[in-house]
T-cell receptor
Framework: GESVGLHLPTLSVQEGDNSIINCAYSNSASDYFIWYKQESGKGPQFIIDIRSNMDKRQGQRVTVLLNKTVKHLSLQIAATQPGDSAVYFC?????????????FGQGTILTVHP | ETGVTQTPRHLVMGMTNKKSLKCEQH?????MYWYKQSAKKPLELMFVYNFKEQTENNSVPSRFSPECPNSSHLFLHLHTLQPEDSALYLC??????????????FGPGTRLTVT
């Protein structure tokens, strides 16, 4: 069936390094993608989104890249900080599905060492 | 704070108990959602409500009963649950963006343990 999945379940980096978290999706009709961050004991927090008519979108210290040809999504975090340690989820949606029904990946655990 | 609150934050209940989870959003959104988050599994959508009307029931067992009295409040009534229902239950809300997309904001969740 359709799914959204992550290549790496865990990622450990040193403080100050750049982090890259990857996500593969299989639904060719997906046209909206969101990255969420979930810290322990909290709900997922919206980080950044991108629509399928874009290849790249930048936020504060974060960049999302979308490669529709290979159905791949990545989240880049610049100058990673200990506060960035969390589980990161990608989620996808197809326009016209029931009120933004999202399909989530399993998540990548990012650990930032000081 | 995302503008979505959930109570209680933690709940322990026996299999014969009846309890309810509450969600409230202060964002003026029109769509609300219940998700289940279990260990080592992706978030699972349970229900979707838009303007108080249920638009999605993702094959959820009848022991979970949602209620949406208005666009700001969402409840999940629980009865005769099973231990495998223990999970983090997340509420989210969203508003339609230009282009027909929905940006969802999540509450902190209710950690449910069924004994």
């Amino acid at each position: 069936g359709e799914s959204v999945g992550l290549h790496l379940p865990t990622l450990s980096v040193q403080e100050g390094d750049n982090s890259i978290i990857n996500c593969a999706y299989s639904n060719s009709a997906s046209d909206y993608f969101i990255w969420y961050k979930q810290e322990s004991g909290k709900g997922p927090q919206f980080i950044i989104d991108i629509r399928s008519n874009m290849d790249k979108r930048q936020g504060q210290r974060v960049t999302v890249l979308l490669n529709k040809t290979v159905k791949h999504l990545s989240l880049q975090i610049a100058a990673t900080q200990p506060g960035d340690s969390a589980v990161y989820f990608c989620a996808e949606n197809s326009k016209g599905t029931s009120y933004g029904k999202l399909t989530f990946g399993q998540g990548t655990i990012l650990t930032v060492h000081p | 704070e995302t503008g979505v609150t959930q109570t209680p934050r933690h709940l322990v209940m026996g299999m014969t108990n009846k309890k309810s989870l509450k969600c409230e959003q202060h964002l003026g959104h029109n769509a609300m959602y219940w998700y289940k988050q279990s260990a080592k599994k992706p978030l699972e959508l349970m229900f979707v409500y838009n303007f108080k009307e249920q638009t999605e029931n993702n094959s959820v067992p009848s022991r979970f009963s949602p209620e949406c009295p208005n666009s700001s409040h969402l409840f999940l009534h629980l009865h005769t649950l099973q231990p495998e229902d223990s999970a983090l239950y997340l509420c989210a809300s969203s508003q339609e963006l230009a282009g027909g997309f929905y940006e969802q904001y999540f509450g902190p969740g209710t950690r449910l343990t069924v004994t």
